[in-house]
Nanobody
């Protein structure tokens, strides 16, 4: 199996910045797409951003121009740079990855445990 370890969440004032990290480990043979989702209190989980194995990004309209997703394939790590944060960005952010497991060589979807981002004055 593959484990995803997230870090970087915390409390920040409106207009501030945070950088989230997510590193994959375990029985990983190859990682395809990696991305970020978020879930605000009382709302459904929503898409934030993804990046392909080649580094091509896709963003939700709500974060375009403010967030940047990137990855370091040598470290099996994906990042989310969040700038100009707004109170409505407050949510638990979840990392996910489509990874080929070394034991079966089949692609599976994995999720991190989530990291809380709170934007408040």
């Amino acid at each position: 199996q593959v484990q995803l370890a997230e870090s970087g969440g915390g409390l920040v004032q409106p207009g501030g910045s945070l950088r989230l990290s997510c590193a994959a480990s375990g029985s990983v043979f190859e990682i395809n797409t990696m991305g970020w989702f978020r879930q605000a209190p009382g709302k459904e989980r929503e898409f934030v951003a993804t990046t392909t194995s080649g580094g091509s990004p896709t963003y939700a309209d709500s974060v375009k121009g403010r967030f940047t997703i990137s990855r370091d394939n040598a470290k099996n790590t994906v990042y989310l740079q969040m700038n100009t944060l707004k109170p409505e960005d407050t949510a638990v952010y979840y990392c996910n990855a489509v990874a080929r497991v070394s034991t079966t060589y089949k692609y599976q979807i994995f999720w991190g445990q989530g990291t809380l981002v709170t934007v408040s004055s």
